[in-house]
């Protein structure tokens, strides 16, 4: 009677939220200090004092009508200038506002991006390992996903499996960087092979391959490392952002999508994703959020507290004979498992209350990952965990 | 290149919020104080104290990690435990919280239902006049809007004409009462009438029609009229309802799907509508907002400024010659246009400085809509400018 695609996707277990609910529950039964749950990528660092400071404010003295009616579904143009204005200050004069749309999160972006530029049959390239919901999205719309694999044990990008993968049928290809879940940023050499590649591809095809660039972790990265900024390389470049993680406000849903001035048909461009947000249900997005936002445009929360638990948790895996992809960014570590299955390796590690994620929903089932957002002190407490681990299962 | 309906979604001129963006440069003009502005449907009330202060005690005192989190997709537990309370307490035991999901807005429900209920090709039915998304979302998911006249003058529902509209692909029944554009409360009687077609047909069909409750103006019901609950006359019935009016929040998206207990194929219904959120790129709403809502679940604006503008702006506009809707609930006038075509009315009222919105694309061209969510003081000066535009037509 219903979609079974669509009833799946109701139906899918969600390996994370589980776990962490498991978590919950050990918590209550052996005491919180006990449990170490490093399964949820939520940021555990409070927001920057400037976004509860312009909560404060705009509660106490703005036009209490005015801060909650509805604003323009892009957002408001003050803000989507403030995006703007901040992008181009950084990344250099890539957008102006009417490229840019207020979005649920950097999801949101993605899901009105691959809604509004692809037709059903056409192919979005994605690269292990690989958030879930791109499939969820591309396959809801009809598209195809096409998946590649990225280097062994660095996970960087492959260019050559990459452009075998290119084909007539490739309207978009999606890269994470920050990566969620290898922590791997893509380096300015692969990324230009990737648009040289690309660029090729679009004239030998005879039409626009968009590159969507999902960032929610771009102010995520460590020891000076440079995020490349996509828009540099490739005009069909389409910016997925959010302010999840930059200022820890995950739950209340607040991003953008940011369309590259000199990118193909780009009125066309900007139509479309705003007729795909309205198609999914979006009339806008918060309007207090909003003023917030472009209030705290530049503001990051507090990266060093991540960069801390990075440092101690790697040194102290390796240091036990497990191991890592160095995570040059955002706050996951992804770990080779010991076991050929991560899944069952998972599964054992929850005898010694680690909670960690089997990699096969990020394609890379022979990897799982660690989210390293959380208290500082809980990872000092979970490497004896984790030394008893090895122990038990005779790593060296 | 692009889907020509996405295009077309992104590029159709929004009437209302044209004429809102041109009564706003009018202001700019010749000063607001003489411009009449009744083209937008956002509350002009502020929320009630009691939002805010839920607010200002979240931000003062809660765990500024925990209250911005993600939440599950479907809304926090306690949320959805209260907003089931509250439906039975108030309604009776149609729900429990299994069957809740907390959405941005009415809107985010309606589009999840109809992108999980129905399949391409299924037939919507849809009363007129009606809100304009709903043939977005329908077409967007590949459904097939079919068109229902209600009665003239009255615009309650016409049951012989729905009985006819009924047939084998019929999927879902859309109803909005307190209806948007009208006013209109649909009747007990004639609920009762439609719901008894429905189930005729369900048998004669063998399959469940599913009826889609939209009740952001539930609350906004004036002289003791009463709302009907449509969980009371049909089992195969979901209802979306918005805090946007409720709590004079419509900018920050917060509403929920409730589906009946009792509804065919009940745990499936479910898990499409959550798999439909999903593909739609929805991951939760507003942690933040979720616990506002909690506290606030049986909380309501300050209706009877919305009555008092009915009272005085229906009587002032039928002194003048003007043929009205009895508006029972909401804050909208549907009033006949006293030329054949609304859109050539509306504009002549520009003239006037009185900006209304044309009946198009509700359907019903000979009408036209007044939203009377505006400074009480609005309305009484506006009333000359409708005497003089009167007067100018010919009206009587």
């Known amino acids: 009677m219903f979609s079974k695609t669509i009833l799946d996707f109701g139906r899918k277990p969600n390996v ?7 978590a919950g529950a050990r918590k209550a039964e052996i005491g919180p200090e006990n449990v170490f749950d490093f399964s949820i990528g939520s940021p555990n660092v409070p927001p920057p004092p400037q976004v509860h400071e312009a909560m404060l404010e705009l509660l106490t003295h703005a036009d209490p009508v005015a801060i909650h009616s509805y604003t323009p579904a892009p957002g408001l143009l003050s803000l989507r200038r403030a995006i703007a204005a901040s992008i181009c200050r950084r990344f250099g004069a890539h957008v102006d506002e009417t490229g840019i749309y207020v979005t649920a999160g950097a999801s949101g972006a993605i899901a009105m991006a691959l809604k509004g530029l692809t037709n059903p049959g ?6 292990t390992p690989h958030y879930m919901e791109y499939l969820i999205y591309t396959e809801a719309y009809g598209a195809v996903p096409v998946i590649v694999k990225t280097d062994p044990d660095t996970f960087q990008i492959d260019v050559p499996a990459f452009e075998a993968a290119l084909t007539e049928k ?30 090729a591809a679009e004239k030998r095809f005879g039409h626009p391959i968009y590159l969507l660039s999902d960032e929610p972790y771009r102010e995520l990265a460590y020891d000076g490392v440079e995020v490349p900024y996509l828009m540099d390389y490739y005009d069909d470049t389409l910016v997925c952002y959010s302010y999840s993680k930059t200022l820890s406000i995950p739950g209340e849903r607040m991003g953008y999508l940011a369309v590259c001035r000199r990118c193909a048909a780009y009125e066309d461009v900007v139509d479309v994703c705003a007729g795909a947000a309205r198609a999914l249900g979006h009339i806008c997005t918060s309007n207090l959020y909003q003023r917030v936002i472009e209030r705290c445009v530049d503001v990051v929360a507090d990266v060093d507290y991540y960069k801390r638990n990075r440092d101690v948790l790697v040194k102290g895996l390796e240091d036990l004979g497990f191991t890592c992809v160095h995570p040059d960014g955002a706050f996951y570590l992804f770990m080779k498992s010991p076991w050929p299955d991560s899944m069952a390796f998972c599964e054992k590690a929850k005898a010694y209350e680690l909670m960690v994620v089997p990699g096969h929903d990020f ?10 957002c959380v208290d ?21």
């Open 16 to 22: 994370i939220r589980d776990l962490s609910a498991y």
């Open 122 to 127: 056409d192919e979005v390239v994605i690269f």
């Open 170 to 199: 490739t309207r978009v290809v999606i890269l994470n960087s920050p990566n969620n879940p290898s922590g791997v940023i893509y380096t300015a050499q692969r990324i230009r092979a990737l648009t040289d590649a690309m660029k």
């Open 363 to 372: 394609g890379v089932p022979e990897y799982l990952r660690v989210s390293y």
């Open 376 to 396: 500082h002190d809980t990872i000092l407490r979970a490497l004896p965990a984790f030394a008893r681990l090895a122990e038990d299962i005779g790593l060296a």
